[in-house]
């Protein structure tokens, strides 16, 4: 009993925690690099164009990692749903008093909340 439960922690498998985890590195990686990038330039090791057109590259890729992430861990039961807006009404646009119910007058300052 005890040497199976061992045997079938030994098998290799799929990260189930992190499905972005090499996302997750190349986003890293990138990020390395635009530090890198950044410091060169500074040191006068590269011309103007040369790091614009780098970052825009890198600053690109990135772009792309940062959507697939998103898309990957984006779920319908982990998504948080959007915050109902505030009812109409419930907030004085005069003193900006807020109130649960919707009030044709502030209570606060009176005047017509419509
Ligand atoms: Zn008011």
Redesign the pocket.
């Known amino acids: 009993m005890f040497t199976l439960f061992v045997r079938a922690k030994d098998i290799p498998q799929p990260d189930p925690v992190s499905p972005t985890r090499h996302l997750e590195d190349r986003k890293a990686a990138i990020y390395d690099n635009l530090r890198d990038l950044q410091f060169e330039y500074r040191v006068g090791k590269l011309s103007d164009a040369d790091y614009q057109q780098t970052k825009l590259t890198l600053q690109r890729e990135l772009a792309g990692i940062l959507a697939e992430i998103d898309r990957m861990s984006a779920s319908p039961a982990v998504k948080t749903p959007t915050p109902a807006p505030p009812a109409a009404g419930a907030l004085?646009?005069?003193?900006?008093?807020k109130f649960p119910k919707p009030l044709k007058f502030?209570?606060?300052?009176?005047?017509a909340?419509a």
């Open positions: 004085c646009p005069s003193c900006g008093a502030c209570g606060e300052c009176g005047k909340m």
